[in-house]
């Protein structure tokens, strides 16, 4: 039998989502074949990939880190480049189906629709692409007729859920949330958190900026916009329900009344599998799959949407729509990243969030250069507060 | 536009499927139409039937009530008929598109198979069809080309959980079990148990016969063994989880370890309707949904099959085949009729059907009239015992 070789660009590839790509391809390796990798600045751990992979072509964004690489793999058949020029080549390298958007941020937009344009498959891992840019992304995607797979478990169950009905019939969607590690805490409690408490999330292993979003529930509403673009449903229809065991990876309702959910243990490995080899299913290495006895019991809550507010804000963002998910996004990058840094508290990151949405002048349907624009602005405004000495309003 | 009329014969449309059944064609006149019903004597129901949904055939088993119909109705033009001539009648009317079997026991299996060769849709709530007749069903229904859609809570969600998805990836099935009213007790608390405790069920509003089979599990082994024949899957790939919120109606298990389910509130109208629409899905009249911050939380267990071992005596009938199940269901149909008569005890029902499957020399592939001497002898055999004095030889 011949098998075809699916030939994968992971842009992203030493983070979380791309890790676990490429030990996919490792289980898979007469299936799979990466033949592009691009990453921000970690070469370390590029050139072990690089070595176990073989890539013919690899991009790392920071030019200097791109030039020490190719010195370390001068004995291999690779072109290094870099920079967003290098970014693009990678997305739409000619040999390659599918494209895993695995890097953070809003840098995964142009990559995204330049892989779009050259009529690649998109396994998305990046949430900053539909969630700032959907109004771009969808009507691309059906012009061009590719596949856009979702790799997020939430996203996923639900992409799982629709899957042979028909989508018009489905009334409601039922976005699980673990509620983090902060979950049934009020705002007074969430006054001194650090970064330290905020990085311990009880089920997932994941990168800090989505770790400290999932313990402000912002992660929640980005894929609540998320979802609303994959699925063409609006923000109304798209309800998030708290459960802590984050089995029920998430719902679809549909007009009779009827649920469909998708249910499995914790596991990234799982959508990354299901994005690259869709439609068909393979069987998963190792594990047991869940046990329902074992697992006795699995409860709901609603989101404390009072304490948590940034997930308020998101669905705010979100009906605003325009260039207003940008400046929810921006100012939650800037304000994560200097809550890590220790510069700033727990509450300041849904507080600037709101600051950000307060003073902007919406720009309906943005192009990609207003949104980048926009984004620019945030993180300038957010700056500007938070260097002239920020309190929290809200603690 | 004009909408096509789906038409519709009922058997067994006073029992508690059938009144149910005829809810739905109420709520959609425009699509629905009911074009025979059959009943087994309860002519003062049938009758107010009748007179409201307008069949041109119906069908009283039990010809001394057939005549007495007929009478009623003389100032209808309605064709009266009686006995399995007239079932087969109906199940063949030349005019129907689908036929729904929800009358109770092995009466179902002759009409079912004469409505498959006539090209009928069946929509089958008659479980003693596919546990008895499975073999000879399943074939059929494939060379016919009709559609066999399960009308029950469990096989709906199966079916829904396997819908767009490739059947051969399916690597298990979880059916789930309330664990009926005597969950948690243990044999010698259920020595006394009277037939007016085992009929209180905790979730669900439905026959006699069923309410029972619930209680001491039987039902679910029953389900065990139909699943297997509709899902094209071995009895080692079932397996049942209790849930006693009755909301995961039950799940598939896929290669990859993703598990579909379906959920809803414990209501039979939701797979009636889904399977006499399929594949459409139609709004449900009045009710608000699952509401999972209400539910707070949803539970599991392994089931006592040492105390309930009804359901282990229906995995071992399911694994020998041939005529066994058929002895299995019949022993338990007579022994339920002894029990809710007050004429033997709780645990005397699957004590008898062990003693009926003991005694049993099976016929591999049994033809209808095979089932049927089986279904005799059975009953022949289990008459024998319970007449002679029996005394339960478990408690």
Known sequence: MVTYMKRLVVL??????????????????????VTALAVD?????????VR???????????????????????????????????????????????????MVGMIGIRPTIEAINAGKNIALANKETLV?????????????????????????????????EDKKKASKILLTASGGPFRGRKLHELKDILAKDALK??????????TIDSATLVNK????????????????????????QSIIHSMVEYVDGSVLAQLGL??????????????????????????????????????DMDTFYGLKLAYEAGR?????????????????????KGKIGFLDIPALISEAMKQHQVIQKPDLKDILNTEQQTYDFVRGITESGYEPSTA
């Open 41 to 49: 600045s970690n070469i370390e751990a590029l050139e072990r990939q």
């Open 132 to 164: 700032t840019a959907g109004h771009i992304i969808m009507p691309l995607i059906k012009e061009k007729k590719v596949e856009l797979l979702p790799v997020d478990s939430e996203h996923c169950a639900i992409f799982q859920a629709l899957n042979g």
């Open 320 to 340: 605003i729509g325009g260039s207003m998910p940008t400046v929810f996004n921006a100012a939650n990058e800037w304000a994560v990243a200097e809550f890590l």
């Open 201 to 210: 999330h009880p089920n997932w292993v994941m990168g800090q900026k989505i």
């Open 52 to 102: 176990e992979f073989l890539p013919n072509l690899v991009c790392v964004y920071r030019e200097e880190k791109a030039k020490q690489l190719k010195d370390r793999i001068k004995d291999l058949p690779v072109k290094v480049v870099s920079g967003m020029e290098g970014l693009l080549e990678c997305a739409t390298q000619a040999e390659a189906d599918m494209v895993v958007t695995a």
């Open 12 to 33: 992203g590839s030493t983070g979380s989502i791309g890790t676990q790509t490429l030990e996919i391809v490792r289980e898979h390796k007469e299936e799979l074949k």
């Open 266 to 303: 914790p596991d990234m490995k799982l959508p990354i599998q299901y994005a690259i080899f869709y439609p068909e299913r393979k069987p998963m290495e190792k594990g047991e799959g869940l046990n329902f006895a074992r697992l006795k019991q699995l409860t709901f809550e609603e989101p």
């Open 221 to 244: 509403g980005l894929e609540v916009m998320e979802a609303a673009w994959l699925f063409d449903m609006s923000l109304d229809s798209i309800q998030v329900v708290v459960h802590p």
